[in-house]
């Protein structure tokens, strides 16, 4: 349709990947591989079979172990290239990646190894395909909030190559006042900081996300149309939800696709944007989430410009930067 080849040919901007979630099983069993490591799975396929998840948490503990392949710097390097190159074919020109420190020093691979393997290959992508980038470490809240402070500490040295912090893992049970103090000291630091909420978590964790955290973005958020105070808010800030479609439906936040709330969200005034989050995991990345969200909820023209340019407008880009994309 028109529509498609409108969003397969705008200029679009990615603000929720996990890089390790964007680990595709070809990938992970060539590392493997590389590695020495034994996977669990006799083949990619096997292991594609295994990604059909009851809740956030039965996704994790396979994001989690699929992670442990990853070892190298080039190990890190290669995965940040694979989701470039695939950035790069869906015309993403700029991009705000996670990645999950916590993740790998717990198994021992320094924090510099991974940092240097992500940002030699942004830095790459940058240069070869034009795409500009920021990098966000994101805090495992399932962990205590000293070890996301020995986290920060580590992380230290390396400020100049981290553009700001987030909150990801296992959200209930684990709310954002779990992290005021770390937010504050990142705050203290002029590190820009953004949070999981509203993802499985009740509108409640985003209020405090907002009061105790100080975002300024909220990544997910889909539970905030639960909370008419708290929509009016996010509303009136103009805050932004960085909102993945496929994958609220993959972790069965809502049961199919036609039943995602996006276009409420719109229609409520809400600076909405779409977004993969684990593409290798969820069955797709930014312009497939789009594209399918175009056809299943029957999104106007004007609703997809509006998306995809509040991305833009929620980016880090500078001011400048902004207006020469809008
Ligand atoms: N939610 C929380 N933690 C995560 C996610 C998510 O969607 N993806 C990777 N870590
Ligand atoms: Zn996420």
Known sequence: ????????????????????????????????KRNGVALPYSSVEALRAAYDFSNLQSFLDLYYAGANVLITEQDFYDLTWAYLEKAHADNIVHTEIFFDPQTHTARGVPFATVLNGIHRALEDGKSKFG???????????????????????????HLDRIDGVGLDSSEQGNPPEKFARLFERCKQLGLPRVAHAGEEGPPEYVWQALDLLDVSRIDHGVRSLEDAALVKRLAETSMPLTVCPFSNVRLKVFDKLADHNLKQLLAQGLMATVNSDDPAYFGGYLQD?????????????DEVLTLVK????????????KSRWL
């Open 1 to 32: 349709t028109d529509l498609a080849a409108l969003i397969r040919r705008l200029p679009k901007v990615e603000l929720h990947l996990h890089i390790e979630g964007s680990f595709e099983p070809e990938l992970m069993f060539a590392l493997a």
């Open 131 to 157: 795409i500009s980038y920021r990098l966000i470490m994101s805090f495992l809240r399932h962990l205590s909030e000293e070890d996301g402070f020995a986290t920060l500490d580590e992380a230290m040295p």
């Open 310 to 321: 509040n991305s833009f407008i929620a980016s880090w880009l500078s001011a400048e930067d």
């Open 289 to 301: 989430n789009l594209l399918a969200c175009a056809e299943v909820l029957d999104l106007s023209r």
